[in-house]
């Protein structure tokens, strides 16, 4: 089945760096990747939409210049947080769409947990 | 998208039938209803998927009614590892439960299964 990655799994750091997390697609091509934000004991809140080779778009709320996101190829999304601050601190998810099958299904990848000291 | 409302959790035992039950009032006509699992601190896995009447895979079984304003997740004789949140998603398209653009997810239902 479709597998997709997310590097690294957990990362700590202190306010005010910047965080880079990847997102690949191991074994298929995905043109539309997703990127989802969860506080514990809440739900996945979409932030923004990865199309590759475009701009990414993002849910209102969401500060773009604050998660850059980059799709630059078909198999890897990257959102990096800049300027990180504790309140940033959350569990980061990605999802990708296969291309080649034409479904609207999104695989997750494993999520990636962001401690902001 | 259409709103969807679950309780908030639920408990039961190994071995046992659990059903947990989705209310979608507003659903569209070219809504499905596409449930996912998710276990603390790992991204969430999809299900089923169904339009209307029953749909069953090796995993669950989804059951929605003639109006399609509910849908049921059957859960055959769980186990302890069944203990999850499970998330009722509507929207058009295929298996992405909002189309086009990326999921919308509820609360879900915190599901917690006993020995």
């Known amino acids: 089945g479709a597998v997709v990655s997310q590097h690294p799994s957990w990362v700590i750091c202190k306010s005010g760096t910047s965080v880079k997390i990847e997102c690949r697609s191991l074994d298929f091509q995905a043109t539309t990747m997703f990127w989802y934000r969860q506080f514990p004991k809440q739900s996945l809140m979409l932030m923004a939409t990865s199309n590759e080779g475009s701009k990414a778009t993002y849910e209102q709320g969401v500060e773009k210049d604050k998660f850059l996101i980059n799709h630059a190829s078909l198999t890897l999304s990257t959102l990096t947080v800049t300027s990180a601050h504790p309140e940033d601190s959350s569990f980061y998810i990605c999802s990708a769409r296969d291309r080649g099958t034409g479904s609207n299904e999104q695989f997750f990848g494993p999520g990636t947990r962001l401690t902001v000291l | 998208l259409a709103k969807t409302t679950q309780p908030i959790s639920m408990d039961s035992y190994e071995g046992q039938e659990v059903n947990i039950t989705c209310s979608h009032n507003?659903?569209?006509?070219?809504?499905?209803i596409t449930w996912y699992q998710q276990f603390p601190s790992q991204g969430p896995r999809f299900i089923i998927q169904?339009?209307?009447t029953k749909v069953t895979n090796e995993v669950a079984s989804l059951f929605i009614p003639a109006d399609r304003k509910s849908s049921t997740l059957s859960l055959p004789r769980v186990s302890l590892s069944d203990t999850a949140v499970y998330y009722c998603l509507v929207g058009d398209g295929a298996y992405s439960g909002g189309g086009a653009d990326g999921l919308t997810f509820g609360k879900g239902t915190h599901l917690i299964i006993q020995p």
């Open positions: 507003n659903i569209a006509t070219n809504d499905y």
């Open positions: 169904g339009y209307k």
